[in-house]
């Protein structure tokens, strides 16, 4: 146990919070994984046994041809693998940085199983989409104006997937996003070392040069506009909402000014144009055990941060975080602790958080209960990475069906309401990654094309294979009886 940690008072008065804290910002965030080099890349793809019903490409959610587009590498065609990836996943770019291909496709990699050494997808779909985007050519065409016209809720991977897939069909998209700029979380959640060199924006850009999609950014839904506008003026609708709500601990001390939201600290640090006046603590403590914990935890840590403890209220197998990222958040001087659920958060007389007070936790009989130990942790910042909800503002009496907060869906990821498509964070079973997120637009988008044109003929045989992939043995939430195909004109537009 660190000295810092105390199982009675704490030994602070005042929260010790500045700005500054580093001699040198040049190289806080600096690259996690640099690209390979175009030697390195040729070396790796070497490595790749080009699988027959590779298992890497089943554990992709996005189902890229990962043997194929690593061929091409080794063939020294870039721009093709690139051209290979997007065609599956047109964020492929920011996935290649953020995926957690640990527990995806580098997980599935026979050589992983083989000689624990997987080849290194991840970087290969970087080195190829930096490639393409570096020379700046857009490796799709529009096909001609279908006069079809889709409301996109917000310009987050599912919202801007979507988007992209349904304007390169001919249809035309405007998202409406509520922020003052588009890309989501990639823009204003992901870590600073996964996403250097306003890599968000550049592929926001490159994603938009398809045509046909205009982004209206500072229009929030359920304030500057409402779905009933949006249904009837748009011949089908698509919510990519994200989850923009903060759930809350619930323990005394929690509304202290130093006890912060981690999403919310991310974005500020995401957008800070300089790094060296964001106020950060001495003592911290991070609460929760998944991604934004570790992203947070790593950051701040970095920012100049002396203690950083990540206290988890489950055992550490529990933790969403995968075994990797928890080591990355220890080599970086993370202190994780599991086995600590919150309790209170002590006050000093001006209102200030200074300490947090843990009861240590143990799992008995697939329950956890606490073990009557109390643990004391002095904190100068506390962050909240307890997971986010969906904030539902504009769904009001929409009737769209929800479950366990989120918005249910199908398997073509239409709501219960006809005419209005959902995916990413927002809907059931999400599984909270960009990747997943990418992969509910495109099927929506699929979906969405097929009601617009009424002829399943007139879809390709792509948009078919994806969507019949998908639709499996899951049931629709549309009555069968109302058949999305059965319609003449613009149904959506009718209701
Ligand atoms: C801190 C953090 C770090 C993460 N790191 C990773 C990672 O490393 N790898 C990974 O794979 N995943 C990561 N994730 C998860 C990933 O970012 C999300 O799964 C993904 O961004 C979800 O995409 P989305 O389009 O559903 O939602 P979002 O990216 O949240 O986008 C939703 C968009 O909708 C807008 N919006 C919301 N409500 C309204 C409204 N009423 N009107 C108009 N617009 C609205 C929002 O402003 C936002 O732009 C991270 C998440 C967080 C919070
Ligand atoms: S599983 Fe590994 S070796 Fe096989 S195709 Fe995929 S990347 Fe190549």
């Known amino acids: 146990m660190s000295d810092q940690h105390s199982h009675d008072r704490p030994n602070k008065t005042a929260a010790d919070i500045r700005p500054n804290r580093l001699d040198n910002y040049q190289d806080v965030f600096a690259d996690l994984h640099p690209p390979l080099d175009k030697h390195e ?104 104006v279908t006069g079809k016209s889709v409301a996109v809720v917000g310009a987050g991977p599912a919202g801007l997937a979507c988007a992209h897939a349904l304007a390169r069909e001919g249809h035309t998209v ?32 490159f994603i938009l040069k398809i045509g046909g999609i205009t982004i209206e950014t500072g229009k929030a839904l359920g304030k500057d506009i409402q779905l009933d506008a949006l249904r009837s003026g748009y011949d089908a609708v698509f ?76 055992g550490r197998e529990h933790m969403n975080a995968s075994v990797y990222e928890q080591q990355l958040a220890q080599m970086e001087g993370v202190l994780i602790r599991d086995n600590l659920q919150p309790e209170e958060i002590l006050l000093n007389d001006q209102g200030q958080a200074i ?52 918005i249910k869906t199908d398997a073509e990821n239409r709501t219960s309401v006809q005419g209005i498509w959902a995916g990413g964070d927002c809907v059931v079973g999400g599984q909270d990654l960009t990747v997943s997120s990418v992969q509910d637009g495109k099927i929506a988008a699929q979906s969405i094309h097929q009601h617009l044109m009424q002829l399943p003929e007139a879809v390709s045989g792509f948009a078919e294979a994806v969507l019949a992939a998908n639709r499996k043995d899951l049931p629709s939430l549309w009555p069968q009886t109302q058949p999305v195909h059965t319609h003449a004109t613009s149904p959506v537009k009718d209701h």
Do not use: W
Request: hydrophobic fraction near 40%; include cysteine.
């Open 41 to 144: 890349a040729l070396v790796e793809a070497d490595r790749c046994y080009f699988c027959y019903d590779a298992p890497c490409m089943t554990a992709c959610p996005t189902h890229i041809d990962i043997p194929q587009f690593i061929r091409q590498i080794a063939g020294g065609n870039p721009q093709g693998a690139a051209r290979t990836i997007l065609s599956e996943n047109i964020l492929g770019g920011m996935c290649a940085r953020v995926c957690p291909t640990e527990t995806l496709c580098e997980e599935a990699c026979v050589r992983e199983a083989a000689e624990g050494k997987p080849v290194r997808i991840g970087l290969l779909q970087r080195h190829a989409t930096d490639h393409l985007m570096d020379s700046g050519v857009h490796p799709f065409t529009r096909a001609p």
């Open 174 to 205: 405007t998202i409406f996003e509520s922020r003052p700029k588009g890309g989501g979380l990639n823009e204003y959640g992901i870590a600073s070392y996964k996403s250097v060199d306003n890599f968000a924006a550049r592929e926001l850009e």
């Open 239 to 314: 919510l990519g909402l994200g989850l923009g709500g903060t759930n809350r601990l619930y323990i005394a001390g929690e509304d202290a000014e130093n006890v912060l939201d981690a999403v919310r600290t991310i974005a500020e640090l995401r957008q800070s144009s300089d790094l060296s006046r964001m106020n950060i603590g001495k003592d911290i403590v991070v609460i929760g055990g998944g991604m934004t914990a570790i992203d947070i935890a790593v950051q701040i840590k970095r920012l100049g941060a002396e203690n950083v403890t990540l206290a988890y209220r489950r």
């Open 355 to 406: 300490a947090i007070r843990f009861a240590q936790t143990e799992q008995r009989e697939g329950k956890l209960v606490a073990t009557g130990a109390i643990l004391t942790v002095p904190a100068d910042q506390i962050y909240k990475a307890i997971g986010q909800k969906l904030d539902g503002q504009g769904l009001g009496a929409s009737g769209i069906e929800m479950s366990g907060g989120r």
